[in-house]
């Protein structure tokens, strides 16, 4: 498929999507584990016989065990993703271009703490701090044809 800059952007896009996704299940783990084997209050269910003691710890056991899974499957995912981003990305000639790029998709900056990055030491970046966000919107842009120019020639 033909990389535009529409699908390049729906690539990065996708790969903050799937950083947050296992940033968010990498909490969850963290916060089942320490929890397994908690005592819970009994449920009373009319019409159902209660279940042992053990049935509740096993269904958490077999539930850590299978977040567990997906979250090694959501690790080799970003690491793949992030591997081949990073090949693309060291092909763009354009150092600011390239520095763009990394804090945006591997940091995960918003656009305020890029400018500030990029331009934060000019005197007038308080004054004019709207118009420094607009620059790095428009290196953005040049940043992403770049990538789709180094993802056509690295794949026709």
Partial sequence: M????RTMRQR?????DLRKELRMQAMRLDQMRQTIGDIRSPKYE???????????????VIA?????LRVAELIDHEESEHDDLER???RVTNAQ???LLRLRYFDLKDWADIAFAFF????DYLTEEHDYVAKCYRLHSRAVSSLV????RMFA
């Fill in 88 to 90: 693309m990305i060291c």
């Fill in 64 to 68: 850590l065990e299978n977040l567990e």
């Fill in 149 to 152: 120019a180094v993802h056509r």
């Fill in 120 to 123: 934060g030491d000019r005197v």
């Fill in 2 to 5: 033909a990389a535009t800059a």
């Fill in 46 to 60: 009319p019409g159902k016989a209660s279940s042992g003691p053990g049935d509740g710890v096993a269904r958490d």
């Fill in 97 to 99: 271009q390239r520095a």
């Fill in 12 to 16: 990065l896009d996708a790969y903050v």
